[in-house]
C-alpha cells in the first residue's frame, strides 16, 4: 500500500509514517516548513517528503497513492486537500488509519490526561521494554531510552499517549476515541484547548466516549484526586476501575485507592507497601507530579502482567523524555533547563520539582505562552500563582492578544516582560548569577532561546 500523508513532520503523524513503513508499506509525505529533527529522521526511512501542499503532488510523488492521510493541520481551504476531495481519492485521518492497520489486533495501553501524557507513556514502554515484551509505541515526545518517539514493537502490546485534541476537519471527536484501549490511564483532567473546546464540561464528554470503548475486560487506571474525572465515570464506566492518589491526598469520601505513593516513593497496593520508586541519579524524575505518573504506569504494566517488581526496576533506570527537565547546558555556573509546560498547572509542577532539586538556590522561570489557549488568554489570570515559586519570571509577549505586563503585575519587580527575542536573552543573561537554574518553558522551539542564552552566558564569563 502507498500512504502520502497530509502533515507528516508532526510528532503524531511522523510516527505514523514511521510505523507503517516497519509494516513494508511505502510511504510519502507533505508539510510546511520541512526540516529536522523530523525530516531526517523519515528521510532516513526512505520516506520522501515534499514542502507544502500543492496539488501538483497528485501529478508527481503522490501519484499512485492508495489512501491519503490527513493530519489534522490540514484545513479546508488546503490546496492539495481540495483536489484530493474533487477527485473523489481515498482519504482517512491518521487516528482512524493507525487503529485499522496496526492496533485492531493489538492490546493497546492508552495514555489520556491533560498534563504527563508523554511522560507516562514513556514510563509504561520502558517498563514493558524492560519486562522483555518489546512493545509498539508512539508517543508525543522522544523517550530519552529509545532512540525514537514511535516504533512498530514485535510485541502484542502497544502503548499510545491518548491526546483529546480533533481528530481531523471532517472529524471532530477526539483523537483517543479511535484508539479502543484494554488499557487507560485517565491521569487528570482540566480545562485547555480553548480553540477547540468551549468548556471543561466539552472535554470531559470526550472523555466520558474514551470510557465507553474501553472493554468490560478491561481497566481504567484513574486518578483519585480528579473531581473532574469523578464526573466523568459517574456518567458511566463498564469495566474495573483502579484508583491511584498520593498517600497525602484529601480524597472524598468513599474513593478507597487501589494504588498508592508517599512522598518518600514508597508505593502501596490495597495498602501494603510493594517497594519504593527510585530514579536514576543523573536523571532524577522531579517532584509529586513525576510520582503520580510513575505510579499510574506501574499500575497500567501491572494489569498487562508485569511483576512490580520488574517496573520499579525499570523506573530506576527510567531517563525520562527530552523536553521535561532537560537540562540543556551550563554555562559559568548556570544550568539551563527545557521543558514543555505551557498550561499553568503543569508550570507550577515544573518548577515545584526543580525546587525540590535545587533548594534555596535562585530559579528563573522564562516562559512563551506559545499553544492556542494561552495565546487567546483563556488562562492567563492564573499565571501569577503558577510562577509564584521562581525567584524571577521572564514572559516573552510577542503576538499575544493580551497585556502581560498587566497580568504579571501581582509579581511586581519579581516579573519582567519582553517582546523582542534578542532583548529577552539579555535580559536574562544580566539577571544571572553562578548557582542559578534558568527554566525555559514552551510548547515550541522559542526561537533557538537555550542556544543563545548558552552562547550568550559562555561570552560573558569569558
Not at 487567546?376 to 501569577?384: D, I, S
Not at 527575542?421 to 544571572?432: F, K, P
Request: net charge negative; charged share 20%; hydrophobic share 45%.
Amino acid at each position: 500500500m502507498h500512504l502520502h500523508i497530509l502533515g507528516i513532520c508532526g510528532t503524531f503523524m511522523g510516527g505514523i509514517a514511521a510505523i507503517a513503513s516497519a509494516y513494508g508499506h511505502r510511504v510519502t509525505g507533505c508539510d510546511v516548513h520541512v526540516y529536522p529533527p523530523m525530516s531526517t529522521q523519515l528521510e532516513a526511512l526512505g520516506i520522501a517528503l515534499t514542502d507544502g501542499f500543492g496539488q501538483e503532488q497528485l501529478q508527481g510523488v503522490a501519484r499512485h497513492a492508495d489512501v491519503f492521510v490527513i493530519g489534522n493541520v490540514v484545513t479546508r481551504g488546503n490546496p492539495l486537500m481540495e483536489a484530493i476531495l474533487d477527485a473523489g481519492l481515498p482519504n482517512v485521518s491518521g487516528p482512524q488509519w493507525l487503529h485499522e492497520n496496526v492496533l485492531r489486533e493489538r492490546w493497546v495501553v492508552a495514555v489520556a490526561g491533560t498534563h504527563g501524557k508523554t511522560t507516562t507513556s514513556a514510563m509504561v514502554t520502558w517498563i514493558l521494554e524492560c519486562a522483555g515484551l518489546n512493545p509498539g509505541f508512539l508517543i508525543g515526545g522522544v523517550p530519552l531510552d529509545f532512540d525514537a518517539s514511535a516504533r512498530r514493537g514485535d510485541g502484542r502490546l502497544f502503548v499510545i499517549e491518548a491526546d483529546e485534541y480533533d481528530t481531523a476537519f471532517f472529524d471532530k471527536r477526539s483523537k483517543f476515541v479511535h484508539y479502543h484501549p484494554r488499557t487507560a490511564i485517565l491521569n487528570n483532567l482540566e480545562y485547555d484547548h480553548a480553540d477547540i473546546f468551549s468548556d471543561l464540561a466539552a472535554i470531559e464528554t470526550q472523555f466520558h466516549h474514551l470510557v465507553r470503548t474501553v472493554p468490560r475486560s478491561g481497566r481504567l487506571i484513574v486518578n483519585a484526586e480528579e473531581a473532574s474525572l469523578a464526573r466523568v465515570l459517574a456518567r458511566g464506566s463498564w469495566c474495573e476501575v483502579d484508583y491511584f492518589a498520593s498517600a497525602d491526598a484529601a480524597l472524598r469520601d468513599g474513593v478507597v485507592p487501589t494504588w498508592q505513593v508517599g512522598a518518600d516513593g514508597d508505593v502501596r497496593l490495597h495498602g501494603a507497601s510493594q517497594g519504593r520508586l527510585a530514579w536514576p541519579p543523573d536523571a532524577p524524575q522531579l517532584g509529586r507530579h513525576s510520582r503520580m505518573n510513575a505510579l499510574a504506569a506501574l499500575a497500567a504494566a501491572h494489569h498487562v502482567g508485569v511483576p512490580l517488581a520488574v517496573g520499579l526496576s525499570a523506573l530506576s533506570r527510567f531517563h525520562g523524555v527530552r523536553r521535561r527537565l532537560e537540562l540543556r547546558g551550563r554555562e559559568g555556573g548556570v544550568a539551563v533547563y527545557d521543558d514543555f509546560a505551557h498550561h499553568p498547572t503543569a508550570i507550577q509542577a515544573t518548577i515545584e520539582g526543580l525546587r525540590k532539586a535545587v533548594g534555596e538556590a535562585r530559579i528563573l522561570a522564562v516562559l512563551e505562552p506559545r499553544s492556542n489557549t494561552m495565546r487567546q488568554g483563556t488562562m492567563k489570570e492564573a499565571l501569577p500563582e503558577s510562577l509564584a515559586g521562581a525567584d524571577k519570571s521572564f514572559c516573552f509577549a510577542a503576538n499575544l492578544g493580551w497585556d502581560a505586563a498587566a497580568v504579571l503585575s501581582p509579581l511586581g519587580a519579581r516579573a519582567a516582560v519582553h517582546d523582542n527575542l534578542d532583548a529577552l536573552v539579555d535580559a536574562i543573561a544580566r539577571e544571572s548569577r553562578a548557582g542559578d537554574s534558568v527554566l525555559v518553558m514552551s510548547n515550541g522551539g522559542f526561537g533557538g532561546i537555550h542556544e543563545k542564552l548558552l552562547a550568550r552566558l559562555a561570552s560573558r564569563h569569558r
